[in-house]
């Protein structure tokens, strides 16, 4: 049942303003040049100067270069008439090159999918390709997401090294009893036969698992229905300003909901530090507003994982020194990291169950990973299904940017305050790149030879500076869970979701309603 997606606004403010545009001697070096598995002419494609994709901006070029193909107002009328989704108009933008333009509310609006174009917006001129007011600012305030200049480099410097593959060994039994948690949780389903909802049930885990890195504490139940919340002001967001006086009373509310948790969270992490300073002896009392020993939401017992010594406190001892992490800015980049680490995650597992309902060959090829004499161990078989998924069902499908000034995009005028749409889903599915790019094939992700090597080809995670903190702890928490779950258990849907809602994030458009089966050898 194919529901209407919220359609997703275009920013509505302009701060950008025409000014000369600087010489970048440095894109010259663009990776992309050269790159091996090009194919042949691809850069050119309704390129007026040819493969410019290391262009040098010089006054001169950007006077001299053409705008990018223009998708008619006749075409974005019929779009907004016929109610289609956003990713209608750019699918058919998208015919027109890997660069092409379209006014969507009165303002220039630049897609951009070729992969050295990608590579020049979001790697090589960070400078010139800004993100601008962030429509999440009410949910993610000044977290790392929407932070920008100075303050974004310092937060990111902090956050940076929790995230890496040495940082991340410390949360590693936090991720395990997340998944065990949510094995745990399928297989009293499988015994009972209790319906579920595989998408719901992802949802759990992957709020679980980040919740616990986080905070160092086990997801208790009233934290786990305020921070549903999250869900539902993600949905509002991109049309939160044009709503009605209602949606937004009802997103405020949902605001003060996920207040609440951090709220207490800060406190509990806190109160335990205190603790723990002064001695082991009095941690459990500082311990209090944690409910030591109470069953969590996940279903386990909580006492165990209640340490606090999660990201928040480092957070929390970074603030003694730097008066900058206030306990607003704190909350802050707590609930961005919430935020842009569980949803994403809970809608690439919900995608690839799908995909593996849909096709039995993986599933069998994935059994067939487990026996002893199968060339691909299971590790890197669940990589190439995650990989794969991220492919066809990139989580963030749209990757907004806004340029101040004026540039030249592979030999295309980019007018300064034009808004940059940068798509990951229409990058993935192009035949040019990817052979046969509709078939669900996690084999493509196999071997070095046959992996894309292409830059800007495969970006789910986002490409440059501003790319994705958490890339490790999703690719290791999808992993965890899976190499749980796959041998044994297999969702056997009642019914499953016809298509895509392309909003906030990109998910299937509807529940998810299983029964769990466990599977025999
Ligand atoms: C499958 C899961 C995920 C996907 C597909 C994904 C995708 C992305 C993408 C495409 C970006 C870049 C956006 C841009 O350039 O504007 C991004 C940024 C970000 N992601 Fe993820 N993400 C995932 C999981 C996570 C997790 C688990 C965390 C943290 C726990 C996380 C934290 C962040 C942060 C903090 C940023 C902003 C980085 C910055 O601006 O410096 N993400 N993500």
Redesign the pocket.
Known sequence: MATEAPRLTLPSTDSGTRTAVRSAPEAAACPAAGAPGGRPGDATVGSPLGATTATTTTPTATATAVLPPELGEDRVAAWQGSGRQLIALLTEARELGPVSRFRLGGRQTLLVTGPEQVQHV?AQHPDRYV?RSHRARPLLGD?????SGQA?KD??RL?QPQ?TSTGLRRHEHRIAGAARAAAGRWAAKARTGEPTDVGEDMRLF?LDA?WR??TGLALDEDTRRELASVEAVVAALPTADAGPEAGRAAMAADLARIDASAERAIATVRGLAAGLAAGPGEAAGAGEPTRPGEAAATGETAGAEQDGTGLLHLLLETAKSRPEYTDRLIRDELV???V???E??A??LAWLFLLLDRHPEVREWLAAADRPDSPVGRGEALHAL?SET?RLY???WL???HAPADDVLDGYRVEAGSDIL?C?YLTHRDPGLWPDPERFDPTRFLTAGRRPVRPGAY?????????????R???R??AVLLDLLLPHYMPVFRSTPDGAVFGADLRPDGPMPARIEVRRP
């Not at 977290?143 to 932070?147: I, R």
């Not at 490409?463 to 958490?470: E, M, N, S, Y």
Request: with cysteine.
């Open positions: 979001l993100k977290g790392v997401v929407c932070a974004w937060q990111r956050l995230f992957a980040v890195c986080l961005t990291l919430l842009a680490g569980h994403t995650t809608q690439t995650v991220l990139p989580a963030v990757i907004p940017r940068i990951p970006y789910p995670f986002g490409v440059g500076g501003r790319a994705c903190l958490g890339l702890f999703a690719m928490t999808t």
